[in-house]
Structures are given as structure tokens and as C-alpha cells.
């Protein structure tokens, strides 16, 4: 038989386990209703820019890029336009009429004449001239894609300096309780007698570095933001992603010169030059003579002293060029050509060296960036640290200065902020590589 203290017990056991599990129930409904009373501002949240993002943006309908594929798109049809032959002329007239007395049927050779003309330009100009047309559009298009490049790079680098800025602005943050916990703590310290006055007003001083350098910082973040917005738009006013790009490892120096003789910049100079090319063999095609071959049909009126009806006429006659005179006219316009694919030629040699040093720079740049971010993150950045909170344990054992822990905590904020600049600058360098080299998106 039970007793009743081991059934209350039991009960009471109940009791408890029921109110416990309300007590949840009533902790889950209220935390599910303030999540659901929060789910308007957290949609609210802008969501960060990713560099991605930022370049389907800036690359979707650009204007310069639109303007040059329109450009070529006209030059092609253009090319079409340039193979046709000219439009036939008609002629329509009135031949010997008498003007004294007398009509249309008075004289034997008044007429009301009708003709055509068709004109035939010389050689294979027609051909040359669309191969011409055909070579710009190319030109077109392949400065496009260059300029494509080019955002690319832009966007690249200007977001990344937007991101400097913003971990700066983080890190600086950061660092400002830390900052400001020194000068309440000096200040303290003073007015008991166990600190100089002089540790008061270094504190205070750093800490009003650090509010010039917030200010700083914001300035720089805004103007980055402001050139963002050339190419994203609206889009700037978000903040950027808090994760570099992963651009770690980048090909081999000959590998990136051989891709860059691929470059689109370099490809329409190659168009310009095949431009240059037609124009001498346009000018050499106007050494042959042009051509124009006419049919005419003249109706006359009247009779004949026979009686019989005076007959229509039908004339046929060709018209030739005579390019004889060449001096100061083909053969100056042949000179002309020449010099045209000479300075394309020059121009081409002169791009590729630029682009060439450029890539030379950059992948030198890129070396040692990289060279310095395994310095700071195995050496610098820890021993920096290592130091700070040295001076820092020193200072507070009563063994250590306070221009110590100043000295050390600043220097480990100035080693985090140049270990992101680096990153940063890396980054940059490889959007520099990238255009030159066409690397994948």
C-alpha cells in the first residue's frame, strides 16, 4: 500500500514538470513573437554589396559599351550599303524645240527624250570598300569588349577601396572603448595620486586622434562611395560585403604575356590596321577609270512628207574616267593611305609596349604584396599584438610605462590597418592583372 506523502510527492513532481513545460511554451511564444514583431526591420536591412553583384550592375546596359556595339552594328550595315552600286539617275527633257513658230510636231528632231543613267565605280571598289567598313565595325566591337575590360577593373577597384575604408572605420571603432576606457582609468588613477597628469592628457590626446581618424575614415569611405555610384548607381548606398574575393594564385608571367597579345584593345588595333590596309587598295583602285553606261529613249511627233509617222529614237553611249592627271590626286591619296597604315602599325607597337610594362609593374606589385601579406600575418601582426598586451600587463602591474601601452596599442592598430591595405592593395593589383590577362570573372 502506497503512502499518501509518496502520492502527494508525486503529484507535487507533476506540478512542477507541467509549470516548467508552460514556462517554455510561454518563453517560446514570446520570443517567436518578438522575432515576428522584428521580421519587417531585419527585411528592411539592406543586404551587403558583393563585388559580383557590383559588376553585373555596372556592366548591365553601360552606355559607352552600348554606344560602341551601336556604332558597329551601324558599321555593318554600312559595309552591305558600301557593295551596292550607286542609284541609277533618270532624265527626263525636252530636245530641239522650236522656238519661233511652230509646236512639239513643227521640227523633225524635237523630242521628249526619257533616260537612265547607271554608273559603275572602278575596279573592285565596291569590294574594298565593304572589307573596309567590315574591318571598322570589328574595330567597334573589339573596343567594346576592351571597354568592358576596363569596368571591370574600375568597379574592381573602386569597390575594394570602399571596403578598406569600411574595415578601417570597424577596426578604428573597435579600438575606441579600448581607448576610452584608458583615459577614464588614468583620470581615475590621478585623482587618487598613483598617475602623473601627464598620462591624463596623452590619453586624452590619443583618443582625439582617433575621433580625427574616424573622421578621416568616413570622408573616404564617402568619396569611394561617390565613384562606386558611377557604375552601381543606387546600388553604392549599401555597404560592401565584409569577405575579400578569393584571389589567391595568378599564372605565370609568360603565360599572362602570351594571353595578352589577345587583349581587345590590342585586337581592334589589329582592326585598325586591317582598315588602313583597304584604304591603299582603295586608293590603288582609283588609278582604273570609272565608268557610266546610259540607254535614252527620244518620241517624236508628227509625219514625215511621205505620210508615214516620224520614228522614236534609242540612244545608247558609255562614259569613261580619265584618271590621267595623277600627280596631286591618286598618287597623293596612295601616299596618304600609306602613311594611315604606318601610324596604325606604330600605334599598335606603341600600346603593346604600354600594356606590356603595365603587366610587367603589376606582377611585380602583385609579388610583393603578396611577399609582405605572409610577413605581416605569420610575424608582424602577432608579435605587434604580443607587444601591446605586454606593455599592457606591464603598465597594470605597476612595472611598465604608460607611453608604453599607448605606443604598443596604437602600433598594433596601425598593423591591422596596413594588414587590410595590403590585402586590399593585392586585390587591386590582381583586377589590374585580370584586364591585362583576361582572367575569368
Known amino acids: 500500500m502506497l503512502s499518501p506523502f509518496c502520492g502527494a ?6 506540478i512542477t514538470v507541467l509549470t516548467r513545460h508552460n514556462t517554455h511554451l510561454v518563453c517560446t511564444l514570446v520570443l517567436a513573437a518578438g522575432i515576428a514583431f522584428n521580421l519587417p526591420a531585419l527585411a528592411q536591412q539592406p543586404v551587403p554589396l558583393t563585388l559580383l553583384e557590383a559588376q553585373d550592375v555596372a556592366l548591365e546596359q553601360e552606355p559607352g559599351q552600348v554606344a560602341l556595339r551601336a556604332r558597329a552594328d551601324a558599321l555593318e550595315e554600312q559595309s552591305i550599303a558600301a557593295g551596292e552600286l550607286p542609284d541609277p539617275k533618270l532624265r527626263m527633257g525636252l530636245a530641239n524645240y522650236p522656238l519661233e513658230s511652230g509646236g512639239f510636231s513643227t521640227e523633225g528632231m524635237t523630242q521628249a527624250q526619257l533616260g537612265i543613267r547607271q554608273s559603275f565605280p572602278p575596279g573592285r571598289t565596291r569590294t574594298v570598300r565593304t572589307r573596309q567598313f ?3 565595325a ?3 566591337s573589339e573596343n567594346a569588349d576592351a571597354r568592358g575590360r576596363d569596368i571591370l577593373a574600375a568597379v574592381r577597384r573602386v569597390w575594394l577601396e570602399m571596403y578598406y575604408w569600411q574595415e578601417a572605420h570597424n577596426i578604428v571603432s573597435e579600438s575606441r572603448p579600448f581607448f576610452s576606457d584608458l583615459v577614464t582609468t588614468t583620470r581615475s588613477l590621478y585623482a587618487v595620486g598613483h ?11 590619443e583618443l582625439s586622434r582617433l575621433e580625427d581618424r574616424l573622421i578621416n575614415i568616413h ?8 565613384a562606386l555610384s558611377e557604375w552601381v548607381g543606387s546600388e553604392s548606398s549599401r555597404s560592401v560585403s565584409t569577405k575579400l574575393p578569393a584571389w589567391e594564385q595568378i599564372p605565370k608571367l609568360e603565360q599572362l604575356h602570351a594571353d595578352l597579345l589577345t587583349h581587345p584593345a590590342l585586337r581592334a588595333a589589329d582592326a585598325r590596321i586591317d582598315t588602313r590596309k583597304a584604304g591603299i587598295d582603295l586608293a590603288k583602285e582609283r588609278y582604273k577609270p570609272g565608268w557610266a553606261l546610259d540607254l535614252g529613249y527620244g518620241y517624236r511627233d508628227g509625219s514625215l512628207p511621205n505620210g508615214r509617222s516620224r520614228s522614236d529614237f534609242v540612244s545608247l553611249s558609255v562614259t569613261v574616267d580619265l584618271p590621267i592627271f595623277k600627280k596631286n590626286r591618286q598618287n597623293r591619296n596612295l601616299a596618304a593611305a600609306f602613311s594611315e597604315r604606318r601610324a596604325a602599325n606604330e600605334s599598335k607597337e606603341a600600346l603593346l609596349r604600354k600594356l606590356g610594362s603595365q603587366l610587367d609593374s603589376e606582377y611585380a606589385r602583385w609579388q610583393d604584396l603578396s611577399r609582405r601579406i605572409d610577413l605581416y600575418e605569420q610575424v608582424i601582426v602577432p608579435k605587434t599584438k604580443e607587444q601591446a598586451d605586454a606593455a599592457l600587463a606591464a603598465y597594470q602591474s605597476g612595472a611598465g610605462d604608460f607611453a608604453d601601452v599607448i605606443r604598443g596599442s596604437i602600433d598594433d ?3 591591422r590597418l596596413d594588414h587590410v591595405r595590403i590585402k586590399t592593395d593585392r586585390a587591386q593589383s590582381y583586377a589590374a592583372l585580370a584586364n591585362l590577362g583576361g582572367f575569368s570573372r
Not at 510527492?9 to 507533476?14: D, I, M, P, V
Not at 570622408?219 to 561617390?226: G, Y
Open 9 to 14: 510527492t508525486s503529484h507535487a513532481k507533476s
Open 134 to 136: 567590315q574591318s571598322l
Open 138 to 140: 570589328v574595330e567597334m
Open 195 to 205: 598617475k602623473d597628469l601627464q598620462d591624463v592628457l596623452r590619453a586624452d590626446l
Open 219 to 226: 570622408k573616404q569611405r564617402a568619396q569611394s562611395q561617390a
Open 413 to 415: 592598430l596601425n598593423t
